[in-house]
Antibody, heavy 122, light 110 residues
C-alpha cells in the first residue's frame, strides 16, 4: 500500500524559500504511470494545484506559481520535493503531496499525504 | 487558468439525491473527458470519488455518480447519508499536462 508523508518546517519567514519533502513508502517513485504532485489549501479555502513531476524529472507547474516553484525528485531516496521562493503571508496553507495517476485515468489524485501546515510569518 | 465554478453550498435530507455542478470552459471541462471529483472531510486529506467524468474507483459507493454536458460536469449523490456531509471539489485536466480545481462545494446533510 503506497503511502505519502510530507515533512518540512511549519514556519517560514517572509521572502524566504519554503521547502517541503514528500517521502513515498510502499512503492517505488520510479514506477511509470504516476506524476508526483504538490497541492495546497489556504485556510478555509479550496484546493490549488501547484505542480507535479515525473520520475524522469519532467515538471509541470501552475502558471500562476511557475516563477517561484521548483519541484524535484530523488529516486534514490524515493522522495520528491517542493521549493517555493519569495514567500508571503499569502502562501500560508496546508500543503499536500499526492500521486497523480495516468494508468487508469487522466491525472487523478488517488493517493494523498496527510498534509502539512506551513505558516509564513516573521 | 481560472478555477472551475462550483456552488458554494448544497444541502439535502437523508435519502434524497443532490447534484453538484462544476462549470468550466471548452478549454478544460468541455474539452476533455478528464474531470475528477474529490470528497474532503474537515481536517482530512481529499479522497478521490470519481475520475474521467463518470468512473468510480474501487471502494467508492455506487451512490456516487458523475456526468458531463458541454462545459459543465456534475456529481450526483443518491440516497444521501450523514457521512456524505463534506466538501466536494472537481478538477479538470487542461492542455499541456496541467490541471485546475473547482472552488469547492460544502454539502450539508439536513
Amino acid at each position: 500500500q503506497v503511502q505519502l508523508q510530507e515533512s518540512g518546517p511549519g514556519l517560514v519567514k517572509p521572502s524566504q524559500t519554503l521547502s517541503l519533502t514528500c517521502t513515498v513508502s510502499g512503492g517505488s517513485i520510479s514506477s511509470g504511470g504516476y506524476y508526483w504532485s504538490w497541492i495546497r489549501q489556504h485556510p478555509g479555502k479550496g484546493l490549488e494545484w501547484i505542480g507535479y513531476i515525473y520520475y524522469s524529472g519532467s515538471t509541470y507547474y501552475n502558471p500562476s506559481l511557475k516563477s517561484r516553484v521548483t519541484i524535484s525528485v530523488d529516486t534514490s531516496k524515493n522522495q520528491f520535493s517542493l521549493k517555493l521562493s519569495s514567500v508571503t503571508a499569502a502562501d500560508t496553507a496546508v500543503y499536500y503531496c499526492a500521486r497523480a495517476s495516468v494508468l487508469i485515468g487522466m491525472m487523478l489524485f488517488d493517493i494523498w499525504g496527510q498534509g502539512t501546515m506551513v505558516t509564513v510569518s516573521s | 487558468q481560472s478555477a472551475l465554478t462550483q456552488p458554494a453550498s448544497v444541502s439535502g435530507s437523508p435519502g434524497q439525491s443532490i447534484t453538484i455542478s462544476c462549470t468550466g470552459t471548452s478549454s478544460d471541462v468541455g474539452g476533455y473527458n478528464y474531470v475528477s471529483w474529490y470528497q474532503q472531510h474537515p481536517g482530512k486529506a481529499p479522497k478521490l470519488m470519481i475520475y474521467d467524468v463518470s468512473n468510480r474507483p474501487s471502494g467508492v459507493s455506487n451512490r456516487f455518480s458523475g456526468s458531463k454536458s458541454g462545459n459543465t460536469a456534475s456529481l450526483t449523490i443518491s440516497g444521501l447519508q450523514a457521512e456524505d456531509e463534506a466538501d466536494y471539489y472537481c478538477s479538470s485536466y487542461i492542455s499541456s499536462s496541467t490541471l485546475v480545481f473547482g472552488g469547492g462545494t460544502k454539502l450539508t446533510v439536513l
